[in-house]
């Protein structure tokens, strides 16, 4: 009797096997290159992938099919393809894939970035855009933003005294972090005890995420190969020291009720009111994920945006001398810089629009999964496939972009392609229902702190250095910034 069992459910499996193998031989898959038995294509991504997927999307085309490990990939590399990802199938292409050490260090997915497609995300992401990213708040932060950024340009005038060179990677990272600290959590980090905890957290929450986790692409061993290459008890390591970070600054606020205006105080008044979000109630758990995205979103990608325009901007003196020119006409010796001047400075505006182009922060934006089979240019892409919208691709295509390679700020005179999700040709903060809602707050800072180290100072590269050895190439990580530190010597004007 019990062999007659075993031979059903022997029958059943293997019917289910052959109908699914069946299924997936007559679905119409994105064409790609031929990939290896078990990590299919992981051996071609090479130390910068989308650069690497670049080049297959040229010769397979606009979707392209990638295997990694157990895990189906499509490409997307042309703006007609992005349109239809990020617009007509939007909904069905808009969930997120889970990521092993994502997972653990945003408390079980309960953020905003990582959190798959669900009622959840739905509702904290509508809360988040309402109550912590509008014009409104961005506008009554703006006294944070003035200060940091003054004692940035401090610090710069005494470089410029001892004629030292200064870090930019590593300077606009403090200034950055400086700003989202109080914004986010209403600490001051200078000289606070937080200080040296902060660098840690920060640092290696990057590393945790940019790293190569083994886990996401092969079942059972794939832990098994994290934890022997230290990734495991890393990602362990850094979760403590952020939770400890989180639950220090959460303190100060529940010690002192009359912080009231950044982050930390907004989402402990939702716990307070018991606000549910879908089917769950919004708890502190939900509040440190969602500090996470701010402490992840806010500080390396305004900091790295700011280096790569300056990196562009030293590299390029004719377009430097230009738009120096520009801001000093504009602002014309008033000293108090204001964040409406930017409304003035076109120029300005259409070099950061080329640095954004050239350099996407993040050139694979964050990898999408979908929810549903979808068909899309004839193909099928089946449910549960990851999907990474190769905006690299898109900003240096040359069908779109003359000389895609060279730093041309004027080619956006004539051409009104803009960054706001609209345009599906520049896609620095991606686009549909998954875009940046940090816009606005990183943007306000990339144009005050732009404005002042152009208005205020003139730039020396270190002895011996010209414009043509600048280098701009990029190193990959959860945001790509410039591979070797920019390192420029301020000096005073009279305008400083
Ligand atoms: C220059 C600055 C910034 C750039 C270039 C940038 C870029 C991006 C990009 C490319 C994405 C992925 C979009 C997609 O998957 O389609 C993203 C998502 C996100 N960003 Fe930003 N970002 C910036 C600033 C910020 C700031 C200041 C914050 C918060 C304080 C922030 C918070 C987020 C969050 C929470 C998401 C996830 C959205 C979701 O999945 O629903 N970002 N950002």
């Given at each position: 009797?019990?062999?007659?069992?075993?031979?059903?459910?022997?029958?059943?499996f293997?019917?289910?096997?052959?109908?699914?193998?069946?299924?997936?031989?007559?679905?119409?898959?994105?064409?790609?290159?031929?990939?290896?038995?078990?990590?299919?294509?992981?051996?071609?991504?090479?130390?910068?992938?989308?650069?690497?997927?670049?080049?297959?999307?040229?010769?397979?085309?606009?979707?392209?099919?990638?295997?990694?490990?157990?895990?189906c990939?499509?490409?997307?590399?042309?703006?007609?393809?992005?349109?239809?990802?990020?617009?007509?199938?939007?909904?069905?292409?808009?969930?997120?894939?889970?990521?092993?050490?994502?997972?653990r260090?945003?408390?079980?997915?309960?953020?905003?970035?990582?959190?798959p497609?669900?009622?959840?995300?739905?509702?904290?992401?509508?809360?988040?855009?309402?109550e912590?990213?509008?014009?409104?708040?961005?506008?009554?932060l703006?006294?944070?933003?003035?200060?940091?950024?003054?004692?940035?340009?401090?610090?710069?005038?005494?470089?410029?005294?001892?004629?030292?060179?200064?870090?930019?990677n590593?300077?606009?990272?403090?200034?950055?972090?400086?700003?989202?600290?109080?914004?986010?959590?209403?600490?001051?980090?200078?000289?606070?005890?937080?200080?040296?905890?902060?660098?840690?957290?920060?640092?290696?929450?990057?590393e945790?995420?940019?790293?190569?986790?083994?886990?996401?692409?092969?079942?059972v061993?794939?832990?098994?190969?994290?934890?022997i290459?230290?990734?495991?008890?890393?990602c362990?390591?850094?979760?403590?020291?952020?939770?400890?970070?989180?639950?220090?600054?959460?303190?100060?606020?529940?010690d002192?009720e009359?912080?009231?205006?950044?982050?930390?105080?907004?989402?402990?008044?939702?716990?307070?009111?018991?606000?549910?979000?879908?089917?769950?109630?919004?708890?502190?758990?939900?509040?440190?994920?969602?500090?996470?995205?701010?402490?992840?979103?806010?500080?390396?990608t305004?900091?790295?945006?700011?280096?790569?325009?300056m990196?562009?901007?030293?590299?390029?003196?004719?377009?430097?001398?230009?738009?120096?020119?520009?801001?000093?006409?504009?602002?014309?010796?008033?000293?108090?810089?204001?964040?409406?001047?930017?409304?003035?400075?076109?120029?300005?505006?259409?070099?950061?629009?080329?640095?954004?182009?050239?350099?996407?922060?993040?050139?694979?934006?964050?990898?999408r999964?979908?929810?549903?089979?979808?068909?899309?240019?004839?193909?099928?892409?089946?449910?549960?496939?990851?999907?990474?919208?190769?905006?690299?691709?898109?900003?240096?295509?040359?069908?779109?972009?003359?000389?895609?390679?060279?730093?041309?700020?004027?080619?956006?005179?004539?051409?009104?392609?803009?960054?706001?999700?609209?345009?599906?040709?520049?896609?620095?903060?991606?686009?549909?229902?998954?875009?940046?809602?940090?816009?606005?707050?990183?943007?306000?800072?990339?144009?005050?702190?732009?404005?002042?180290?152009?208005?205020?100072?003139?730039?020396?590269?270190?002895?011996?250095?010209?414009?043509?050895?600048?280098?701009?190439?990029?190193?990959?990580g959860?945001?790509?910034?410039?591979?070797?530190?920019?390192?420029?010597?301020?000096?005073?004007?009279?305008?400083?």
């Amino acid at each position: 009797m019990s062999l007659l069992y075993v031979i059903v459910a022997f029958v059943f499996f293997a019917s289910i096997l052959i109908a699914r193998k069946a299924k997936k031989k007559t679905l119409n898959l994105p064409p790609g290159p031929p990939k290896l038995p078990i990590i299919g294509n992981l051996h071609q991504l090479g130390s910068q992938p989308h650069r690497s997927i670049s080049k297959f999307s040229e010769k397979y085309g606009s979707l392209m099919s990638l295997n990694f490990g157990k895990v189906c990939t499509v490409v997307v590399s042309t703006p007609e393809a992005a349109r239809d990802v990020l617009k007509t199938f939007d909904v069905d292409c808009c969930s997120r894939p889970y990521l092993t050490y994502a997972a653990r260090i945003t408390y079980g997915l309960n953020d905003i970035a990582f959190s798959p497609y669900n009622k959840y995300w739905r509702e904290v992401r509508k809360m988040a855009v309402v109550e912590l990213f509008t014009g409104k708040r961005v506008q009554s932060l703006r006294h944070v933003r003035e200060d940091e950024v003054a004692s940035f340009v401090d610090f710069l005038k005494q470089s410029a005294s001892a004629e030292n060179l200064v870090n930019f990677n590593q300077k606009l990272m403090k200034l950055s972090g400086s700003v989202i600290c109080r914004v986010g959590f209403g600490i001051n980090l200078k000289g606070s005890k937080l200080e040296n905890t902060y660098d840690e957290v920060i640092q290696g929450t990057m590393e945790v995420l940019g790293n190569f986790a083994a886990a996401d692409y092969f079942p059972v061993i794939g832990r098994f190969i994290d934890w022997i290459t230290g990734l495991h008890s890393k990602c362990e390591k850094v979760f403590k020291a952020m939770d400890a970070f989180f639950d220090q600054c959460i303190k100060l606020h529940l010690d002192d009720e009359s912080i009231k205006d950044d982050f930390i105080a907004l989402l402990l008044k939702l716990e307070r009111e018991e606000t549910e979000l879908g089917e769950f109630q919004f708890t502190r758990n939900h509040t440190k994920g969602i500090l996470l995205d701010v402490l992840l979103g806010g500080i390396d990608t305004a900091a790295t945006a700011m280096t790569w325009v300056m990196t562009h901007l030293i590299a390029n003196p004719r377009v430097l001398k230009k738009v120096q020119a520009e801001i000093r006409e504009v602002i014309k010796n008033k000293d108090d810089i204001t964040e409406e001047d930017i409304e003035g400075l076109e120029y300005l505006k259409l070099v950061i629009k080329e640095t954004f182009r050239i350099n996407p922060l993040l050139p694979l934006l964050i990898p999408r999964e979908t929810s549903n089979d979808v068909k899309i240019g004839g193909y099928d892409i089946p449910k549960k496939t990851w999907i990474h919208v190769n905006a690299w691709a898109i900003h240096r295509n040359p069908n779109i972009w003359k000389d895609p390679e060279v730093f041309i700020p004027e080619r956006f005179i004539e051409n009104k392609i803009d960054y706001k999700g609209l345009n599906f040709e520049l896609l620095p903060f991606g686009g549909g229902r998954r875009m940046c809602p940090g816009m606005g707050m990183g943007m306000a800072l990339v144009h005050l702190t732009l404005i002042n180290l152009l208005y205020r100072f003139d730039w020396n590269l270190p002895e011996g250095m010209e414009a043509k050895d600048v280098d701009v190439e990029e190193s990959y990580g959860i945001v790509c910034p410039k591979k070797t530190p920019l390192e420029l010597i301020p000096v005073i004007t009279k305008w400083t």
